[in-house]
């Protein structure tokens, strides 16, 4: 009797096991669908909820990024718009994995709350110089940010003077070249002129030294010796001789200036002369060969040096105008002759 009893237990002890199996299942299928943190669709009651992210922006300079925070849902990217204000430019753009493209800072697929660190930087610009004769300009090449201005100094050496100076709307004020603020790349330039230069001919086997006292200078632009009739030298009329040959000079002066000019010949000049200029005899008139005012010229007692005093916009200055070149020089073109 105590033996099927007992075979009765055992028969009954696999239904409760199976019974115990059953519900262990059941509890591990709910740990599989688990997530930590949050950042996908959880189920509550029944209904499925969504996570999302929040993204914050932190600006360093001057600059816009539009909008300066976003809320979206977990896995998902989303864009931004960058704009430097004037004079700034975009220096850098990091953060939530995203890429900056043009104005535009696309974010990587966030799936957790992130900061876009954007930097502004002011616009910095060369400013470079060249020159021509001797001297200096400082600073030389500076980099400047923009809407800095600069003034540069002009040292002209032993010998020369700062003849003309322009490029990125500058002003030239003795030996002071200054620019407005900076918003692009530019380049000035400076002309030193001689204060003695000789001047010489092989094909006319002549020569001639010009000395200039005062405040002027002995421009590129001058042409030198060259023969009446040729080389774009106006024809010499036939009643005039020319023992020497015309000399096309151009000065450099300030508005209005009175200078002097020695022009020193190789042998002595001939007792007599006359001193004929090539241009406008009166203001309005037109060109024309002009016997120059004796006061206006002086021979040394060697007879080898004439000394001219010529005033900007006055009889000898070639178009009677005050012309005005970098806002503060100016250009006298002296063509000149002895018969």
């Not at 950042?39 to 999302?52: A, R």
């Not at 966030?110 to 954007?118: E, G, L, N, P, T």
């Not at 000898?316 to 503060?328: C, P």
Request: glycine fraction near 12%; aromatic fraction near 6%; charge should be negative.
């Amino acid at each position: 009797m105590l033996n099927k009893k007992c075979s009765a237990s055992v028969l009954l002890l696999p239904a409760v096991l199976s019974s115990t199996l059953l519900l262990s299942a059941c509890g591990g299928g709910g740990g599989e669908g688990g997530n930590s943190g949050g950042t996908s669709p959880t189920t509550s009651g029944g209904k499925t909820t969504q996570t999302n992210v929040s993204l914050s922006v932190n600006v360093t300079g001057s600059g816009q990024v539009t909008p300066m925070s976003k809320s979206l849902a977990s896995g998902n990217s989303t864009t931004f718009t960058v704009k430097a204000n004037q004079g700034h430019l975009i220096e850098s753009m990091t953060g939530c994995g995203g890429t900056l493209k043009n104005n535009t800072y696309t974010t990587d697929k966030v799936s957790k709350d992130c900061q876009i660190d954007a930097v502004f930087a002011l616009k910095s610009f060369q400013i470079t110089t060249s020159k021509s004769g001797e001297g200096n300009i400082y600073p030389e090449s500076p980099v400047l940010d923009w809407g800095t201005e600069q003034t540069f100094t002009l040292s002209a050496a032993t010998g020369y003077k700062v003849g003309k100076a322009y490029g990125c709307g500058g002003a030239l004020s003795d030996d002071k070249y200054s620019i407005p603020a900076a918003t692009a790349e530019c380049e000035i330039q400076v002309e030193f002129h001689p204060l003695s230069l000789a001047l010489k001919s092989d094909k006319l086997d002549q020569q001639v030294e010009l000395n200039v006292k005062g405040n002027a200078g002995i421009s590129p632009t001058s042409k030198g010796i060259i023969q009446p009739g040729e080389e774009g030298a106006p024809p010499v009329p036939a009643d005039i001789d020319l023992p020497f040959l015309v000399n096309d000079i151009d000065l450099t002066t300030e508005l209005g200036a009175t200078v002097e000019l020695d022009i020193v010949y190789e042998k002595p000049l001939p007792e007599g002369i006359k001193y004929y200029k090539f241009g406008p005899a009166q203001p309005g008139a037109g060109d024309t060969w002009y016997e120059l005012p004796r006061d206006l010229y002086q021979i040394s007692e060697d007879r080898k040096v004439v000394t001219l005093t010529l005033t900007d916009g006055q009889l000898g200055d070639a178009d009677w105008r005050i012309m005005v070149l970098s806002r503060i020089q100016v250009v006298q073109r002296c063509q000149s002759s002895i018969p």
